[in-house]
């Protein structure tokens, strides 16, 4: 929860400062004071957000509109923070981790006050969502193209304490940095993603074809359609956090001297940004969509001069932009039940020094990371509201796994790895029954929670990375036959061939072993407890035999998988991952090369009677030196089973960093195990396999990965 913390001895810092020449910004309320003068308006958004170890401003020149040349005094009044000449400023540190008011005044150079603002300041944890894994898409224009700040957002957070995160996108440009994609592209509106199509674009260089627009009906219309984007170009996963950093190009052609005109433009983008907006609520209901406030243009006129000679001035930009920031606060504000939120990249960006010299409305790199920084700031923030519980839409609320009726979040039942609410006892009694949990959950259609995992440290990235191996990106082909395995036995499935694109990961060396597991179960995550494992006479977790701990963990449902490799700090890997893990760009047969297997490669069959330890078969590990990827035990992957799922392939038959299908019950696990009537086709990269999440079978265990560059 966050503290509301009171003014006791708080900052108060005024300054005088001329406001610059050709300097001006947003919104203005005035206090018991005489009314300010038309020509100064100022504007603060609700809240702005900061973390621990990333400085985050308010800079004066941002938040207020005023006629050039102007003197002012700035009084901030906050708990946190330092002001100077140009800002005020916050590097937070753990201890204040809450929320502040902050208040801003501004008086002209008489002493009268022109303007008074009211804010609050939003610290949140530095460690705010770890242990998830989420998935992020970023839209925008030539800002977003630029790629800049969404790799500091990728920095940021590839720092300790961070999720396991994705970026969703088919936009790779050069200069994005390793696993940073998006769908940014210059020059672009509201109104271009929502509508243009052009059949014969590229997804890689898709300039005049939305993303998001498909072919539909009959006859085929140009359609917005969110959903179809998700599973075709984001391989079915949907993302938890999307962001929105449009409205330049919209606007930048209205003047700011017709203001019926200027009105009335901006209502026309809002339209447009709402139809958007609305497509990705229906096609992800569960993702949180931020819209970033506009950001202010270079301070120097001679930057616009450089781009448009006298064509466009700034001092019609800066008005038109802080016209455009009162009205997305207006339009956008108080919209969190909706799940969209306000995104304040307007304040935390140096008009100065965070652009360059002949650049009119593209920050330098500085600037860029600032932008950044105020995204992740507000991601953080969402991160942390998550884990607390708090601000949950109605569309989150907890429902009764029995009846879907709201369930309060303190009945419930932690069974098998799952926490699973109910809204009366006779609900819980019912959901503890033993097995009942397996039918509810498959037919309330939703994915159960996992019970929280404990994590007595934090882990660095060198103790997350040890024993694992790097597997560089590439492509394989998915041929045109597959194995699906039904009833102990492989039967052949017919589909399309195509390509799969995998970006770079890091996978275990080793299967997880029994001792790795109770670790984790000692580690404060005793209800976890699977695979046989049980308690010694002091009550810690421990193999049950000596010799066993270097045996990979079986018995695990997918759940108890999830659950030790958000412990461990990495996830489970997709399918399409540990299938290209497995046989390479090449499409290996099996993990060493096209060979049998013989005795020597694999444990598999009825030849060796039972698991062997880890690593017992280096004659079979992968070129990269992977072990035991055919042979010894199974292994969940993150994916929901759909049959059908291997016979789309894609725009262009090329399917990039698929995550399986958006919904389902069945999951997948991948074979090549030492069942008694394994065979060589077991071991097969081609070979698909599936169970209940629920099932715990000795046979199937886990394997980890890392996303490389998180």
């Known amino acids: 929860m966050y503290t509301i913390r009171k003014n006791s001895l708080a900052a108060l810092i005024v300054l005088l400062v001329p406001v610059l020449v050709s300097l001006h910004a947003a919104e203005a309320i005035t206090d018991a004071q005489p009314a300010a003068p038309a020509s100064l308006r100022l504007t603060l958004p609700p809240t702005v957000y900061a973390v621990p170890g990333v400085e985050m401003s308010l800079y004066f020149?941002?938040?207020?509109?005023?006629?050039?040349?102007?003197?002012?005094?700035?009084?901030?009044?906050?708990?946190?923070?330092?002001?100077?000449?140009?800002?005020?400023?916050?590097?937070?540190?753990?201890?204040?981790?809450?929320?502040?008011?902050?208040?801003?005044?501004?008086?002209?150079?008489?002493?009268?006050?022109?303007?008074?603002?009211?804010?609050?300041?939003?610290?949140?944890?530095?460690?705010?969502?770890?242990?998830?894994?989420?998935?992020?898409?970023?839209?925008?224009?030539?800002?977003?193209?630029?790629?800049?700040y969404p790799n500091e957002i990728a920095r940021l957070l590839s720092q300790p304490g961070n999720p396991t995160w994705r970026m969703l996108g088919t936009h790779k440009p050069a200069v994005a940095a390793e696993n940073v994609a998006h769908e940014g592209y210059g020059g672009w509106t509201w109104r271009a993603f929502n509508s243009r199509f052009n059949p014969g674009g590229t997804p890689a260089a898709r300039t005049n074809s939305s993303p998001f627009v498909f072919a539909a009906g009959d006859p085929p219309i140009p359609t917005l359609d969110a959903g179809r984007y998700i599973a075709e170009r984001c391989g079915g996963r949907a993302p938890d956090y999307v962001t929105f950093m449009l409205g330049i190009n919209d606007c930048f052609g209205l003047k700011a001297d017709n203001p019926q005109a200027l009105e009335a433009g901006i209502t026309a983008v809002f339209q447009e940004a709402d139809q958007l907006l609305a497509a990705f609520r229906q096609a992800a209901p569960r993702a949180e969509l931020g819209v970033c406030l506009t950001t202010p243009p270079n301070i120097r006129d001679a930057a616009f001069v450089a781009n448009y000679k006298t064509a466009y001035p700034r001092w019609n930009w800066r008005q038109v932009q802080h016209r455009l920031v009162e009205r997305q606060l207006e339009h956008f504000g108080q919209r969190e039940a909706e799940n969209i939120f306000l995104v304040p990249t307007e304040l935390n960006l140096d008009i100065t020094g965070g652009y360059p010299d002949n650049n009119a409305v593209h920050p330098n790199v500085t600037g860029y990371q600032q932008i950044g920084a105020s995204i992740y700031a507000w991601l953080k923030s969402r991160l942390a509201a998550a884990a607390a519980g708090e601000s949950a839409p109605a569309n989150l609320t907890r429902a009764c796994l029995v009846d879907g009726k709201p369930a309060g979040n303190d009945l419930y039942a932690d069974i098998a790895g799952v926490r699973l609410y109910a809204c009366s006892e006779a609900c819980l009694k019912q959901i503890q029954e033993k097995g009942a949990h397996v039918g509810l959950v498959e037919k309330s259609g939703r994915e159960p929670e996992l019970i929280p995992v404990q994590q007595s440290r934090e882990r660095t990235k060198e103790e997350i990375l040890e024993g694992m191996v790097l597997i560089p990106g590439g492509e394989f082909a998915r041929s045109g036959e597959y194995l699906v395995r039904r009833n102990r036995k492989p039967e052949p499935e017919k589909i399309e061939g195509y390509r799969v694109q995998v970006s770079s990961f890091y996978m275990d060396r080793y299967e997880v072993t029994i001792e790795d597991y109770c670790r984790f179960l000692n580690d404060g995550n005793d209800k976890y407890s699977a695979g046989g494992i049980s308690r010694d006479p002091g009550g810690k977790f421990v193999p049950p035999k000596p010799e066993l701990a270097k045996y990979p963990i079986g018995g695990v449902n997918y759940f108890q998988a999830r659950g030790y490799a958000l412990w461990a700090g990495k996830r489970l890997p997709t399918e399409a991952e540990w299938e290209f893990a497995h046989g390479g760009p090449q499409g290996r047969t099996y993990p060493w090369g096209n060979d049998e297997p013989g005795q020597t490669r694999a444990n598999f069959g009825p030849s060796f009677g039972g698991r062997r330890p880890v690593g017992s078969f280096p004659e079979g590990r992968t070129p990269e030196g992977v072990f035991d990827l055919g042979g010894n035990i199974g292994e969940w992957c993150a994916d929901y089973f759909d049959e059908n799922?291997?016979?789309?392939?894609?725009?262009?038959?090329?399917?990039?960093?698929?995550?399986?299908?958006?919904?389902?019950?069945?999951?997948?696990?991948?074979?090549?195990?030492?069942?008694?009537?394994?065979?060589?086709?077991?071991?097969?990269?081609?070979?698909?396999?599936?169970?209940?999440?629920?099932?715990?079978?000795?046979?199937?265990?886990?394997?980890?990965?890392v996303t490389a560059g998180s």
């Open 61 to 148: 020149a941002n938040v207020i509109l005023a006629a050039p040349a102007e003197e002012f005094s700035f009084a901030v009044t906050c708990d946190v923070g330092e002001t100077d000449a140009q800002r005020w400023k916050l590097n937070a540190t753990a201890e204040q981790v809450g929320e502040y008011p902050l208040t801003l005044k501004v008086s002209d150079n008489s002493g009268r006050l022109s303007a008074q603002g009211t804010t609050k300041v939003r610290v949140v944890p530095a460690d705010a969502g770890r242990g998830r894994d989420i998935a992020l898409l970023i839209v925008g224009d030539s800002l977003t193209h630029a790629s800049q």
């Open 645 to 705: 799922y291997y016979r789309e392939p894609g725009p262009e038959k090329l399917v990039k960093d698929p995550q399986g299908p958006k919904t389902g019950f069945l999951r997948v696990y991948r074979l090549g195990c030492q069942c008694k009537d394994a065979t060589a086709t077991d071991l097969r990269g081609n070979l698909r396999c599936f169970a209940s999440p629920f099932r715990a079978a000795g046979c199937v265990g886990i394997r980890c990965v």
